[in-house]
C-alpha cells in the first residue's frame, strides 16, 4: 500500500508539473522550498498507530485543499478541473486505506 500510494503522489506531481508547463509556467521544483509550500505540518510519530493517523490528517488536508481548487476553478479551466478531480479521487482512497490500517494497528493493540 505505502509504495503505490507513494508512486501515486509523485505521479500528482508530475500531472501537476505539466499542466503549468502546458499554461506556460515554470513549476517549482526546488526541494528546499517544500515545506514553506506544504499545506500539511511533518509530525513525526512516536507510535505506528500515531504514524498512520499523522498521514491520515495530511491526506484529509490534501482533499481539502483539492476540493478548496476545484471550486475556485469552477468551469473556467475544465482540463486543469479533471487532473484535480482524478487526484482528489485518489487522495480521498489514501485516506480510506489509511484509515482502515488504522483501525487495523489500533484493534491489534487492544
Known sequence: MCREAANEEQ???DWIAQRITQLGGVP???PK???TRAHAEYVEGESLSDMIREDLVAERIA???YSEIIRWLKDNDPT???IMEDILKME???ADDLASLLEMV???SD
Open 28 to 30: 517549482n521544483l526546488d
Open 33 to 35: 522550498g517544500l515545506a
Open 80 to 82: 486543469t478541473r479533471r
Open 63 to 65: 482533499i481539502e485543499t
Open 92 to 94: 480521498e482512497e489514501h
Open 11 to 13: 505521479m500528482h506531481a
Open 106 to 108: 489500533e484493534g491489534a
